[in-house]
């Protein structure tokens, strides 16, 4: 049995509540845990001080009575949130030193809730990635191993799932922009949820591709993910595109019963060239869905093919135009000039040494898709075809679907470097989560199987805009049937 | 399309990112395969179609005209690399 740091949230709050255990005594088993770990690089900038400070203070509110379920949790959160006075660096040199001066409305929130914060976690730099490998801190490591192969743990949210994944923390924050929670979940062995667009406050989170991201929760169980993302969630005027609807109780809503609802198979997701161990899981996902007494019906997304090369043409614009402010003025690095450097040698000298290739390599192709005469030929043609896939999505439900079942991602986790140095393949990674977040729709990944090489699988849902209640009693009704309990065995 | 180290050049200027010249034809080689990618949008019939602009179909909230906050200037001025007497400090800009 593992020690309390490989509790859930939902187990770790009732003992916290019963008086059997103290956030102090959960904190320092999560922070003893870590400190053993540093051979996965999952956790960048640890905060064990305020971690004990803030359990200190959540074990004084548990005395009184009425915590919320988060009260005294552990949690890792991801480099992108600004935090006050730790530092926020997005994996990025050009943000090196950066402690910021507040703090984002999603920590805020957790930590108005009690939660725990032990340190922030790796990603790829500023969220462009799929394998935590564009990190200036260098990759995370999966706990996950085939054999003695190193593999990567996904990306962006590579540091929140390795950190979950090996019983760092109890939860992690991670953001969502084609797929960067939910393909590390998979390849983790966790769950992660992408809400819809405008559930969670983008305040605060270092933008990569504003009308993309979202920020979620990463957590050992449903139930888990269920809590977090109530703690997480909400309105908040700092964030013109966060929506003012209330925030149910998911944990109460949280049944798992899905009698009578209809779940969609889009044909489109099977693609040519998919590993056997996908197809197998997808099918297992369909036999569990329809002994909870869901209907299955095969769907057509037509559109789903030109989701990431859409993506790939709206996120590098926006991040062009989000990135633009690290100009070596306000916050972060400035290159070391030469005597008689002007303003702009000043921009183009701290922007080639502070910005890894990766995102270079977006800002570049996205101020081409942007500039004078590519503007339409690029640009708004992907935001049309963008327009028609979201539209793909809204058929589907005005036709009755209540869900959509997809593999999570094309594989199990590969090797660390081998889609390293070819960007084009390295992004087919995101081919079935991508689309979620071009229609700004709520999908989740649920660990659901092992594959031959004993490496976790995810199942992804897909459900209509605000319904995430419904959509984890989908999860839920997987999670119930898979029973997925493995765990990574300890190397570190 | 297809991209040359000349418009290699002019998006790395455009993007305020310094690169060598020696590094350019790597550079718009990469581009033209991500570029290569991107083309299949072509292949979609867009006629009819609005670009999208808003993820969800929601009014943007509106607020009173006034000064909310500030008088911060020192947490503002925090993490400046160079800052003085309550101004950010860059390289001489006018001569």
Known sequence: ?492 | MSIDHNDARRVAKLARIQVDEEDLPALASEFNAILGFIEQLREVDVQDVEPMTSVTPMRLKRREDRIAGGGIAGKVLANAPDAREGYFVVPKVVE
């Open chain 1, 1 to 492: 049995m593992g020690g309390l740091n490989s509790l859930s949230i939902s187990e770790a709050r009732d003992k916290l509540r019963a008086g059997e255990i103290t956030s102090v005594e959960l904190t320092q088993a999560c922070l003893a845990a870590a400190e053993e770990a540093a051979a996965l690089n999952a956790v960048v900038h640890p905060t064990p001080d305020l971690a004990l400070e803030q359990a200190r203070a959540a074990d004084a509110r548990l005395a009184e009575g009425e915590a919320p379920a988060m009260c005294g949790i552990p949690v890792g959160i991801k480099d992108l949130f600004c935090t006050e006075g730790v530092p926020s660096q997005a994996a990025s040199g050009i943000l090196a030193d950066f402690k910021p001066t507040y703090e984002s409305t999603v920590t805020s929130r957790l930590f108005e809730a009690g939660a725990v914060m032990t340190g922030k976690l790796n990603m790829d730099e500023f969220a462009m990635g799929s394998s935590t490998e564009t990190s200036v801190y260098g990759n995370t490591v999966n706990p996950w191993k085939a054999g003695d192969t190193e593999l990567t743990p996904g990306g962006s949210s590579g540091g929140s799932a390795a950190a979950v994944a090996a019983d760092l923390c109890l939860a992690a924050t991670g953001t969502d922009t084609g797929g960067s929670i939910r393909q590390p979940a998979a390849f983790a062995g966790i769950t992660g949820v992408k809400p819809t667009y405008g559930r969670v406050s983008r305040w605060g989170i270092i933008a990569f591709a504003s009308s993309l991201d979202q920020a979620g929760p990463m957590t050992k169980t449903v139930r888990d993910a269920a809590i977090m993302l109530e703690a997480m969630s909400g309105h908040d005027p700092k964030d013109s595109t966060s929506a003012d609807i209330p925030v149910p109780d998911f944990e109460t809503m949280l049944t798992g019963e899905i009698r009578g609802k209809t779940v969609g198979i889009p044909k489109e997701y099977r693609m040519d060239g998919m590993p056997e161990a996908i197809d197998e899981l997808w099918a297992s996902g369909r036999s569990m869905l329809e002994d909870a007494g869901a209907t299955l019906v095969d769907i057509s997304l037509p559109h789903t093919k030109y989701a990431l090369p859409a993506y790939y043409v709206v996120a590098p614009a926006e991040a062009s135009s989000n990135l633009a402010r690290y100009d070596g003025v306000r916050y972060g690095l400035r290159a070391t000039l030469a005597s008689g450097d002007d303003v702009t040698a000043m921009y183009e000298k701290t922007r080639a040494e502070g910005f890894g290739d990766e995102v270079k390599r977006r800002v570049m192709i996205g101020t081409y898709v942007l500039s004078a005469g590519f503007y339409d030929a690029y640009y708004n043609h992907a935001r049309k075809v963008r327009a028609l896939i979201k539209k793909d999505f809204e058929d589907a439900f005005a036709d009755d679907i209540d869900a959509i079942l997809t593999p999570a991602t094309p594989s199990a986790a590969f090797p660390l470097g081998q889609k390293f140095n070819d960007p084009v393949k390295m992004y087919l990674n995101d081919v079935f989560t991508v689309t979620v977040n071009l229609a700004g729709l709520p999908g989740i990944s649920v660990p659901a199987g092992l594959d031959p090489d004993g490496l976790p699988l995810g199942l992804q849902l897909i459900g209509k805009p605000w319904e995430e209640g419904e959509l984890l009693d989908f999860a839920l009704a997987i999670e119930d049937r898979a029973g997925f309990v493995a765990k990574p065995e300890k190397w570190w």
